[in-house]
Structures are given as structure tokens and as C-alpha cells.
């Protein structure tokens, strides 16, 4: 569940990135 969590703030921050 951590690594799931961590992927996806990952993700998010990848998108705002864009």
C-alpha cells in the first residue's frame, strides 16, 4: 500500500510538473 501511495504522488507531482 506504501509503494502504491508513493507511485502516486509520484504521478501527480509528475502531471503538475507538465
Not at 1 to 18: A, E, L, N
Amino acid at each position: 500500500m506504501s509503494v502504491d501511495m508513493s507511485v502516486i504522488k509520484c504521478i501527480i507531482i509528475f502531471s503538475v510538473k507538465f
